[in-house]
């Protein structure tokens, strides 16, 4: 992959898209000791920071609520999530195997409101056909998410997929 240029990073930076990340919870994933693997944790901190060099707005339960982050109650979970997927433009997904039950409501919700989704899919691993058929009912970008991927490779991969969201955005299909 090439390196982007200065340019081509401002000129992303002045997006204005709001994301909604779904991941697995940070609290509920993982060995019986509710312990979220650092190998996952790093990923889905490096997407969402790759996301936020963008300069896109991110809303991520992992990162943002306090029921995650710091395991203080169960506190308005699905309201909050809910109403920032409404706010949101875009949805990027990661889709683990077995897929989170929490990832394929926001996926539900996403595809219900129409928003295009960003599908960020572990190579070799079979996905159920809820997850195989969403692009008959939503505009869906799968994408490979390597875990060896640099981060100017990851910031690249940010970069193309919100680039294929802006024109999805800008082309809906008819209803």
Request: glycine share 6%; charged share 20%; net charge negative.
């Given at each position: ?108 919700w996403a595809t219900a409101l129409r928003k295009p989704v960003v599908l960020l899919v572990d190579k070799a691993v079979s996905h159920s056909p809820m997850i195989t058929t969403l692009e008959e009912v939503s505009p869906v970008l799968p994408l ?32």
């Amino acid at each position: 992959m090439t390196e982007l240029s200065d340019a081509e990073i401002a000129a992303d930076a002045r997006r204005t898209m709001r994301v909604f990340l779904a991941a697995p919870s940070l609290r509920l994933t993982g060995p019986a000791d509710g312990v979220f693997s650092l190998a996952l944790r790093g990923r889905l901190t490096a997407l969402r920071d790759a996301l936020l060099d963008s300069g896109v707005s991110v809303f991520s339960a992992q990162h943002d609520d306090v029921w995650t982050t710091r395991g203080v109650g169960i506190g308005l979970r699905v309201p909050s999530a809910f109403r920032a997927m409404h706010a949101a433009d875009l949805a990027v997904a990661y889709v683990g195997s077995p897929l989170s039950a929490g990832v394929g409501m926001e996926l539900g919700w996403a595809t219900a409101l129409r928003k295009p989704v960003v599908l960020l899919v572990d190579k070799a691993v079979s996905h159920s056909p809820m997850i195989t058929t969403l692009e008959e009912v939503s505009p869906v970008l799968p994408l490979e998410f390597d875990p060896n991927w640099t981060a100017a490779q990851l910031r690249h991969t940010i970069i193309t997929a919100l680039d294929w969201a802006d024109t999805s955005l800008s082309y809906p299909e008819s209803a």
